[in-house]
């Protein structure tokens, strides 16, 4: 008999499953079911940037690309960012082309952090930044974040955590799963912080073309000193509705992005060709689209934030990415609890806090990355389930 255990790779086994993908799946297996449970635009990709990978396929551009990905989409990113954010990056050496932005996380992770070496992780975040640090060795240290501080890092929580041993910060804002931002004064509180140490940071800036409020989108390498020690994560998975294109890219200092480009050149190669020429008609054409979508998405957004509150369920406005993180203590049930009898009793999927950290207990993800009939008839359930409590 085979021991598989003893075969096994003893970070990989310690690593817990995704607590998203456990309600998906579940929800999947129910035709009556409405999932609210999966971070994915419900929008097709935009047809002209369709258009433009399929012409590629057409034209018979079926080839390997640079590891570092076509030099075209490089030059659309790097002019992306001189728009955006007044950034200047050589598309040569400090853009790196990769399979979606968590190949670009997981990369970045594993060229800076030694075994034993900490990272700092605010929570609730995204499940994969716990996992990808542990798999690399390093020691994840969570940054628990409060709803009464709209789920922001604040500066005094920062300092308090670092110690000898912390190589790196992942500031994950617009935050998935609660919505939260960062403002330019909020951002430059946490960089001064920054400036007294070593520590590199990984900005996972994903949901940056999604924000409501009057303040674009700051991103964190604007800032003073920042561009030289921070690893910018962006792609085009949320923006342009292109989730399974995985497509995403990441930006740094080239002292840092030779090293992880060589991680994504053993492990990967390049990111699909296809996806790329897709990719530099999104950039070129594609800002109407972001803007048409985002407008959606903010309709969806107050529509939720009013249901959720007429059910009792009390929830910060979030003003970020796609996602609400009501709180559901008043019912008396755990996240868990909440959950799995949401699911079984009316048929409606939504993600247990906890999955995305200790402090995301009390809370439940809802995504609105649905249409509004979709969540129509969801809110209709969930009230009922809440009136039968």
Not at 185 to 195: S, T
């Amino acid at each position: 008999m085979v021991d598989y255990e003893q075969l096994l790779s003893e970070r990989v086994r310690e690593v817990k499953p995704s607590g998203i993908r456990r309600f998906f799946d579940a929800a999947a297996a129910m035709p009556d079911a409405i999932s609210l449970g999966v971070g994915e635009p419900d929008f097709e990709t935009p047809w002209q940037i369709r258009r433009a990978g399929i012409q590629s396929l057409e034209k018979g551009k079926t080839f390997y690309t640079s590891n570092w990905g076509l030099a075209d989409l490089r030059k659309q990113i790097a002019a992306l960012t001189r728009r955006k954010y007044q950034l200047c990056y050589d598309a040569d050496n400090e853009i790196l082309v990769t399979v979606g932005g968590s190949e670009a996380i997981d990369n970045a992770i594993r060229a800076l952090v030694n075994p034993g070496e900490e990272v700092l992780i605010p929570e609730p975040s995204f499940v994969c930044y716990t996992p990808l640090t542990q798999m690399a060795g390093g020691v994840p240290v969570p940054l628990p974040t409060l709803a009464c501080d709209q789920f922001k890092l604040t500066p005094e929580r920062l300092r308090a955590a670092i110690t000898p041993r912390t190589k790196l910060l992942i500031l994950p804002y617009p935050n998935n799963p609660t919505g939260a931002i960062m403002t330019r004064a909020e951002l430059e509180a946490i960089a001064a912080v920054i400036r007294e140490t070593n520590i590199a940071v990984l900005s996972d800036e994903i949901y940056c073309s999604l924000t409501y409020g009057k303040e674009p989108h700051v991103c964190f390498a604007e800032l003073p000193g920042m561009q030289e020690r921070t690893i910018v994560v962006d792609g085009f998975s949320k923006s342009y509705a292109m989730t399974g294109w995985r497509l995403g890219w990441a930006m740094g200092p080239k002292e840092l992005m030779k090293q992880i480009c060589k991680i994504h050149q053993f492990g990967i190669m390049s990111a699909p060709t296809t996806a790329q020429f897709a990719g530099i008609e999104a950039i070129r054409t594609g800002e109407d689209d972001i803007e048409r979508m985002r407008n959606q998405y903010d309709i969806r957004r107050r529509y939720l934030l009013g249901e959720l509150r007429s059910m009792g369920l009390e929830c910060f406005e979030p003003q970020g990415a796609f996602y609400m993180f009501p709180s559901i203590e008043s019912t008396g049930l755990s996240s868990e609890e909440f959950c799995e009898r949401l699911l079984q009793e009316q048929r409606v999927a939504v993600v247990p806090g906890n999955a995305f950290g200790v402090s995301g207990e009390g809370h439940v993800r809802i995504s609105y990355s649905y249409s509004m009939n979709h969540l129509r008839e969801a809110c209709f359930r969930m009230r009922k389930f809440l009136q039968s409590l």
